[in-house]
């Protein structure tokens, strides 16, 4: 299972199979969020995600909705805003037809919500005990936002992490709707399009936007991992600063984990630099939803391809990629 | 499991759900193959499928070999070159490594021969008993061919439907490699791209191409099926210009199957103006792998939206759709 956990098993399989054999460059950056291709004469931002949630309903949310705003949010923070969007169905057999249309709303009334236009699809139906209720697939093409461009190898030393708000809601939210957990928070999926926050950022920083990423699967912490790997750089947190609900602290606790490694679907963090730092926070924090947003830390040079955390006890702690995996089936 | 099969039930769900609350259009047609759509300057067509055939490797082909083939194609008969595709993975719990590895290689060799840069990914794990093995997901990109225009209301009485080869061995293969038959026959599925016949035929006979298709699921009858009612016109096949191989004949015959009904994945119908038809087909012909192409038919105007077979017998019969599911999971 942890192969599909978003941590370290899943990176192996990247970067040990998938990417040589598979991808043209023969690097796994690329599978990251979503690629940006010249066809036609226009450049074309190219993403895709397969969702297996469990339950497919749950507070704040829905598989059909998270199928939607995943792949707008993987555009978005590869810099481009999502223009249209195909997708596919495999069913298992037996499915209530409720259950199927129930969905099909949510995502029209997500893509309503990203101004985004489906153009395609495909459904298959397999055997009972084939698949679990629905699995949705997405994938989606975007434009460029201008003036925007990701790219780890740009992140200096000096530069700020920027959070858009509170990490954990959805992965404590998916945990506390299993059945067999005894725990009750008044909690939901953080699941959105961060697309207006990132738009409102390029509006007022996008020169000094250097790389984004929406920490999904193996949480904040996996992300800033990647980066601090692909850029070769510490990046480093102040546990104090990072915006949290007490329901998730109080989750993480109870059951051992850290909300670093928690999935989140609506939110995203940016590597600014300095001088546009206060700008950016300011941009967000203006735009709906983005007034929790906060610069967490810094990028340093040492000690390299590391996170570290300056904990609240005012100590140093190392946070590595989510290894195992605490929460199948998150997204 | 009808609702997955291709023919009625799937164009009800797709009518009836899909097309009204998810398809900006509100129409199914853009369901087809692949859509056109104007982005950044530029006109990209768009595609996607799920593959949850089973068994994963059969005769001649496998799922991820198949999971490239099927996108190409969609792409090829929307009148379109694959440029770069996306792919996902939702694996079965402690599938073997050895079984992914495979499937992978397929795929990376199906790229190549197709010209095809895989640009990107991603896997999902569900738990044992979630899923069979593995169901793969691809998306595919791609730029019209000049001056090929694929549009079911240019069709005409007169034009003539134009074959790519013979027809059912992609599903007759599958049915017999399931255990379940005690069947054997020297046969192969036909997985293959289409974009080289599809490609000659554009740079001979682009002006005459009306309209194509790949006939998978539901067989050349669901497709001919969706144009006549896409047009309001006849399709007239004659029976005995269809290639058929004697293995596919025989065993449709001892399971009482329509071979019109039979899945191809290799194969691709088109229909093309008179005075373009022979052009036509010997352009694909030419082309390698296109020498069992024939025209098998011819548009009438009546009966409306109907399909009709003159049989070798010298009567006539009416072919509907796929109703029903006569071989679930074929691709």
Redesign the interface.
Known sequence: ?????GGKA?RR??EG??AP????SGSSE??A???H?E??????A???????VRPLRFPGGSIGELAVNGTVNDLAVSGAKA??M??????E?GLA?SV??AE??A??DA?KRAGV???????????R????GM?I?T?G?G??IPGVHVDARTVRPGDKVLLSGPIGDHGITILLARADLDLEADLYSDTRSVLPMIEALAAQAAPGIRWMRDPTRGGLATSLNELARDCGLSVELNEEEIPMRDEVRGACELLGLDPLHIANEGQFVAIVSPEFADIALNAIQLTDGGDEARIIGQIRNEPANTVVVNTRYGGTRIVDMLVGDPL??IC
């Open positions: 299972m942890s192969h599909g956990a899943s399989l990247v199979l998938f054999l598979l991808l043209s690329r599978l969020d979503a690629a291709i066809i036609g004469g226009a450049t074309v190219f993403t895709t995600d397969s969702f297996v223009h249209s195909v997708v596919t169905f495999v069913l057999e037809s199927l249309e099909v709303r995502m029209s893509l236009t489906m153009v395609g699809g495909d459904t298959k139906v397999v055997e005990g084939k698949a679990d699995y697939t994938a093409i434009s460029p199948p089936r």
